[in-house]
């Protein structure tokens, strides 16, 4: 009888938790914006640099869009994920969950693009 009492106990509280919106995802996924949407980020590549439109977002879903605007190939690596090799005049996406709050670099992995000036740091908050 403790049994069945105490998984009914565990089963209220799963409900109510789940009603009141308190549990997380398995895993423990990061938050998302407030309608569920990503934050989007434009990455302009061109030698030897990247411009992008936002240099922070909150934590969970970012898309960001590289564009290569030079006239080499690039790729863009952040927080564990690489885009393709992007031809120049060509855009790619790179969807990444940031989960933690910190400071992720980022980087041209083409041999030399990141000494050469290719890279930086994107906040998440």
């Keep these: 009888m403790k049994r069945v009492t105490g998984v009914l106990a565990l089963a209220v509280l799963a409900f109510a938790g789940v009603s009141a919106g308190i549990f997380l995802p398995a895993g423990g ?3 998302r914006a407030a309608d569920g949407s990503a934050t989007k980020v434009t990455v302009k590549a061109s030698e030897f640099k990247y411009a992008l439109s936002k240099k922070a977002a909150p934590r969970g879903v970012v898309v960001f869009t590289i564009v290569n ?3 080499l190939p690039h790729d863009f690596k952040i927080a564990g994920k690489k885009s393709v090799l992007i031809k120049p005049g060509k855009s790619a996406t790179l969807r990444v969950t940031i989960a933690k709050k910190g400071s992720f670099s980022f980087l041209c992995t083409v041999p030399g693009h990141a ?3 290719m890279k930086g740091v994107f906040a998440a908050r």
């Design 29 to 31: 996924a990061a938050p």
């Design 69 to 71: 605007n030079g006239k």
């Design 115 to 117: 000494r050469a000036g």
